[in-house]
């Protein structure tokens, strides 16, 4: 009897490594259909990552990726990755509702942080995130944060030391988490509130930093794993008091709520029209969807989506920010041209509107060209959920569909001398001829990034008023080509070393 059952346990174990050995050869078969290096079995391409820093992460990408047009792949323990960096394939594929779902690469390590966010969510649940946040980022609700914004830059400028080298990504960093708190969470900053900005800034560096060590290091996917470790230990204690902030802000707002309507003033016209922040829209029981539905979230998922928005809104416009203005310092002609176009508009005003800096057009062609070269989201991802054809391969079940952002922005078919920063390309003219998918600074299609056109008045009105008191230098490090700047990125791009320049007061230059 016993060896009866040792033989079935045989056989079944046989017929289960056979049905394995199968899959895997016919994935295999379709993994290296597609271009791309060497592959090993099994391992792929994770020896490739094995000493991977933030130093050679993007050199090793290149090399893997080895600029095609067409698709391109690389794999990791059995993760087929497959790279589409044309824009005619982007376009397909973002029109595609069966290949809107993000990824497991990358996005699960956002998870850690916030599980029920946007950004990571997926399928119905994600349509009805995006439906209930839209109402918040309508450009009437926009142009009411143009006080804060015109605020938090002039305090920007005001934090700079003129006339010595310096790295600017902290006071950056300072200026986007400031105007996010005041436009998203509360209306004025109190003790508390000021106290945990700095916290919260050291959090977003731990952070980012974690999510490409764990992308291209296996052995840390697993969260038990991080978790044991000392980058680990030090997210998992201020993810704590990020979440104890959130979770204080999002009470005070329910509350005031809650008084509202004990005291009979929750039909007050006025308040709903007045009301200035994201956490309000969400907390509030008469808000609605972009589609006129009612909606009500816990305060879990508010603290979710509240912590995938100050992660994805300061990055990103420090990463845009601190790139434009790298650039502006080995620019002198379109920085000139940039301060110019500021003085004859704006002409010394410094209560900006909306409708001011929609006149600062050169402005926003130089940040789009700066995007275009050194995109804030050089990547993102999609994953395939079935077995599908796609431009001409099939890709298997479970595969990792990237956006090749950064190599669709220079791709010499719908960029002239891609690698030449010229902010003319976004001309009027030039943009009305250009691929719709060539350009996709904030994505595209559904999943487009709700936040652009706020990034977008951060950026303008910081800009405005720096050019306005400074003219910015550049430092003696090397570095004169916008295309070669040293470039290396986590939750966003970033310049390895930091952004170094000079900032010279104009009337002393005048002087």
């Not at 000021?194 to 296996?218: C, D, K, W």
């Not at 840390?220 to 230990?233: A, E, K, N, S, Y």
């Not at 502006?328 to 940039?338: A, D, G, I, K, N």
């Not at 001398?417 to 001309?427: A, E, G, K, L, N």
Request: glycine share 6%.
């Amino acid at each position: 009897m016993a060896l009866v059952v040792v033989a079935l346990l045989v056989a079944v174990l046989v017929l289960a490594v056979q049905r394995l050995l199968r899959a895997y050869t016919r994935f295999r078969k379709m993994e290296l259909a597609i271009p791309g290096p060497p592959s090993l079995p099994v391992l792929g391409n994770a020896l490739d990552f094995l000493n991977v820093t933030e130093e050679n992460v993007w050199p090793i990408l290149r090399r893997l990726w080895g600029h095609r047009y067409e698709l391109s792949r690389f794999s990791m323990l059995g993760r087929l990755v497959v790279i589409v960096s044309d824009a005619d394939h982007i376009e397909k594929l973002m029109k595609r509702r069966d290949l809107q779902d993000k990824s497991r690469v990358f996005y699960e390590f956002l998870e850690y942080f916030s599980r029920r966010g946007l950004v990571t969510l997926n399928g119905a649940e994600w349509r009805s995130h995006r439906r209930a946040l839209q109402p918040a980022f309508h450009q009437d609700v926009l142009d009411r944060y143009m006080e804060v914004f015109t605020q938090e830059a002039a305090a920007f400028v005001g934090r700079l030391a003129p006339n010595q080298e310096q790295n600017v990504i902290d006071n950056l960093h300072n200026l986007t988490s400031r105007a996010f708190v005041r436009t998203t969470l509360v209306n004025e900053l109190d003790e508390k509130t000021e106290e945990a900005i700095p916290m919260i800034n050291y959090f977003l560096h731990e952070f980012g930093r974690s999510v490409n060590s764990r992308t291209f290091q296996p052995l840390l996917w697993p969260d038990t794993v991080f978790g044991m470790t000392q980058p680990g230990r030090v997210v998992r204690k201020l993810m704590t008091k990020v979440d104890a902030f959130s979770g204080r802000v999002i009470a005070q707002r329910r509350a005031e709520h809650v008084q509202r309507r004990v005291d009979g003033a929750d039909d007050d016209e006025d308040f709903i029209k007045q009301r200035r922040t994201l956490i309000d829209i969400l907390v509030d029981p008469k808000s609605k969807t972009s589609d006129g539905k009612l909606f009500e979230m816990s305060d879990g998922e508010i603290m979710d989506e509240v912590k995938i928005f100050l992660g994805a809104a300061v990055e990103t416009t420090v990463a845009a920010l601190g790139w434009t203005i790298k650039v502006l310092s080995v620019r002198p002609e379109v920085q000139e041209r940039l301060h110019a176009e500021v003085v004859e508009q704006l002409g010394g005003k410094e209560d900006l509107t909306s409708a001011d800096i929609n006149k600062l057009k050169y402005t926003e062609q130089v940040i789009k060209e700066t995007l275009r070269l050194l995109p804030s989201v050089p990547f993102t991802g999609r994953i395939i959920k079935e077995e599908t054809e796609f431009a001409g391969h099939t890709l298997p079940a479970d595969t990792t569909v990237v956006l090749n952002i950064l190599g669709c922005h220079r791709d010499p078919k719908h960029w002239p001398d891609p690698t030449r920063f010229d902010p003319d390309r976004f001309s009027a003219e030039q943009c009305a001829k250009r691929h719709p998918y060539a350009f996709l600074p904030f994505s595209a299609g559904m999943r487009n990034c709700i936040g652009g056109r706020y990034a977008m008045m951060v950026m303008k009105t910081t800009l405005a008023a720096l050019v306005s008191r400074y003219r910015v230098d550049p430092v003696a490090d090397g570095h004169t080509e916008p295309v070669d700047f040293p470039y290396t990125f986590d939750v966003s791009s970033r310049m390895l070393g930091g952004v170094r320049v000079v900032f010279t007061p104009r009337a002393s230059r005048a002087a």
